[in-house]
């Protein structure tokens, strides 16, 4: 006899409670995998469950493990798929992975169901304050890791794809003055194309006035104006922040000038 409400057999015979006991460490077996899976991965399906029970993939996924496969990968393709000048970044970036658990969370290694996006966040964070990264080598080292994220997705170690939501920090792009002798050179050099003269000519005569581009669109003749001493002047309303602005015409701009008159 089965009682459907209790889901164990009835009776006291030695078989019956033999029977009762087995369905027992069942259920509690099923819940100890169901509890390891909503933590480490996130999700739970039948068939997981059964091939829990069955003893198939019982193992934890876990990060470094699959970190370490990649590097091992990139490691055989030097010279395939990959330059040999490319593959330091992968144990590099392993290594500083594995230094951030270290010191951030005190473990050697963690299973995929536990990173999410404050996570990356954090490690992120890590890589930009404590080894004084630029947002540039912020996202070198972060490229490996976020790899090796996407192969587990990729395998249905992990659901959703934590990085979805990751959006990196844009790297702030620096522009260097150009030096007199490099001012020089762009001036003589010579050009196959009118427009790229043209261009080069907007540039030079912009950096002798200071002129922006925008201001420099608008420039009429009307606005070159001669003072009582026979000088030019540039005089105009600036575009961005509307005061006026009187600019000397020096004798380079002034050649330009003549050049497109």
Do not use: C
Request: aromatic share 12%.
């Amino acid at each position: 006899h089965w009682d459907a409400k209790m889901g164990m057999a009835r009776g006291k015979s030695k078989d019956i409670i033999s029977l009762n006991k087995q369905i027992e460490n069942y259920k509690s077996e099923l819940g100890r995998h169901y509890r390891n899976m909503v933590e480490n991965q996130g999700y739970v399906t039948a068939e997981s469950l059964k091939n829990a029970l069955r003893g198939i993939g019982v193992n934890q996924n876990t990060v470094i493990q699959e970190f370490s496969s990649l590097m091992e990968e990139k490691k055989k393709s030097i010279g395939i798929s990959i330059e040999a000048s490319t593959y330091p970044i992968y144990p590099n970036a392993l290594k500083h992975f594995r230094d951030f658990l270290r010191e951030k969370y005190n473990v050697d290694d963690i299973p995929f169901g536990k990173v999410d996006i404050s996570l990356i966040d954090a490690y992120a964070y890590y890589l930009k304050i404590d080894w004084r990264m630029t947002s540039r080598t912020v996202k070198t080292n972060m490229i490996p890791f976020r790899t090796t994220v996407k192969r587990a997705f990729n395998k249905g170690m992990i659901r959703p794809d934590p990085f979805f939501e990751y959006t990196p920090e844009k790297p702030i792009p620096k522009r260097p003055w150009l030096s007199n002798d490099e001012i020089e050179r762009l001036m003589n050099v010579k050009m196959k194309h009118p427009t790229w003269n043209f261009t080069r000519d907007m540039f030079i005569f912009s950096t002798f006035t200071g002129i922006a581009f925008i201001d420099l669109e608008n420039l009429k003749h009307s606005n070159i104006q001669k003072q009582e001493d026979g000088s030019l002047w540039i005089v105009l309303n600036r575009q961005k922040t509307g005061t006026a602005s009187y600019i000397p015409l020096l004798p380079i701009a002034q050649r330009i000038l003549e050049r497109y008159k």
